[in-house]
């Protein structure tokens, strides 16, 4: 019984003992932190030693009296950034405010620069160690940049902030995650003027854009239109020469039946006329026998007739004409014998006929004028001329004008006798 109780106590013990070590020597390491204990002296990679072992995702038991162990948090620390008055590349003061997300280096051997230097300090002084530092390498890029660059590129920006952290970051131990720069001003509004500046340059950039767009589109659609034109009058031009082809075609298909059906006409009208030649010769020759029966015979008889006759009626004029002639000229030597008086008598003697006609186709005369001539004491030549006035004034034939043609003393000519004697007769 005393072994047994022994025994229990033993077991007792131990088990208490297990229980102690487990609960206050016993420490497991969660994902986002690492667990340092510190006393003993470890060997690292680039072969000199540390006083300290590291355990980083496991577990790990505390020597006694020995180590003493210390937990690092490696979450992720939110540092706002704002920098004022910072000057840039050509003396203008900026104010530039972001964003960093750091937190402590857990790979080696950055990690052991995160320890000697951050090991004990809180997380409060930690972030603010981080923010000075971050807040210095800040300023000195801006020093490097001009306002233009800086604002054109943030992510440039950035960037060039990352590498210029990296450094003494890492010195720290600390690793930067991202940083994202929310604003950039100034006070002098000369990024305003900048943003101004671009936006007249976007929308003039954008109006030129614009309007080369439409330059391209109208002649983008010109082409289009004109090749549309072009295919639209290829087809027509082969409509209408198949058109053209079917035409001649026809043309040429309807000229052979033209030319076959006029051949038949006009070899069926050549035999007609051949035919009708043959008869009409026929009826020629009667025409002209029966033209020379009827009409050429009688008309030669005819004209034979008329010749003879012609003939007779010439020669009865030609010896009135030579009997009149003789008496004429018998006249004119009776005239010319009786001297200055003839005259008078031949026109006395043809007076009174001449005056009983003329009073005969005139019976009511209308006497506009009047000469009173004293015949009764006068001469012949006063007579003469009271009847000549009295003539003129009423049938308005001058004597002294008809006598005045002929010449005194100058006998008749044929043709002036034979014109007197139709007057006479007239």
Not at 161 to 170: G, I, R, S, T, W
């Amino acid at each position: 019984m005393e072994i047994i109780a022994l025994l229990l106590g033993i077991f007792g013990a131990g088990t208490g003992a297990a229980f102690w070590v487990i609960r206050n020597l016993y420490y497991i390491c969660q994902p986002s932190e690492v667990l340092i204990f510190a006393g003993n002296s470890t060997p690292v990679a680039d072969g000199h030693s540390v006083g300290y072992r590291l355990v980083k995702g496991g577990s790990s038991i505390q020597i006694p009296l020995l180590e003493r162990t210390f937990r690092m948090d490696l979450t992720n620390m939110i540092i706002e950034l704002r920098v004022s008055n910072a000057y840039s590349k050509g003396g203008i003061p900026l104010t530039v405010e972001g964003v960093a997300n750091i937190k402590i280096a857990g790979e080696e051997p950055t990690i052991y620069n995160a320890i000697e230097r951050l090991l004990g300090k809180s997380r409060k002084d930690i972030e603010q160690l981080a923010k000075e530092t971050l807040e210095g390498n800040l300023r000195g890029v801006l020093a490097s940049l001009t306002p233009e660059q800086v604002n054109e590129d943030k992510i440039a920006f950035a960037k060039n902030l990352l590498e210029e952290a990296e450094d003494d970051l890492e010195k720290l131990g600390l690793v930067l995650d991202t940083l994202q720069i929310k604003n950039i001003s100034d006070e002098v509004s000369y990024l305003n003027s900048i943003g101004r500046k671009q936006q007249a340059e976007l929308l003039r950039d954008a109006r030129i854009a614009e309007a080369d767009a439409k330059a391209l589109a109208a002649i983008k659609a010109s082409e289009n239109k004109r090749i549309t034109e072009l295919r639209r009058i290829g087809r027509d031009l082969e409509i209408a020469k198949a058109e053209a082809q079917r035409r001649v075609r026809d043309a040429l298909t309807k000229r052979t039946a033209m030319v076959a059906e006029v051949e038949a006409a006009v070899g069926a009208e050549v035999a007609r006329v051949q035919a009708e030649v043959a008869v009409q010769t026929e009826r020629i020759k009667q025409v002209e026998q029966q033209l020379q029966a009827d009409v050429v015979a009688p008309a030669e008889a005819e004209c034979k007739r008329a010749i003879a006759l012609a003939k007779g009626d010439a020669a009865r004029i030609v010896e009135d004409g030579k009997a009149q002639a003789a008496g004429t000229q018998h006249l004119a030597q009776s005239w010319k014998a009786a001297g200055a008086s003839a005259r008078e008598i031949f026109l006395f003697q043809k007076l009174e006929p001449l005056l009983r006609m003329m009073a005969a186709g005139v019976p009511k005369v209308k006497v506009q004028n009047l000469t009173v001539i004293d015949a009764s004491n006068g001469t012949n030549v006063t007579k003469m001329t009271s009847f000549s006035e009295q003539l003129r004034q009423t049938i308005g034939i001058d004597i002294a004008k008809v006598v005045g043609h002929l010449a005194p003393g100058e006998p008749m000519s044929n043709q002036n006798m034979h014109q007197h004697q139709q007057n006479t007769k007239s």
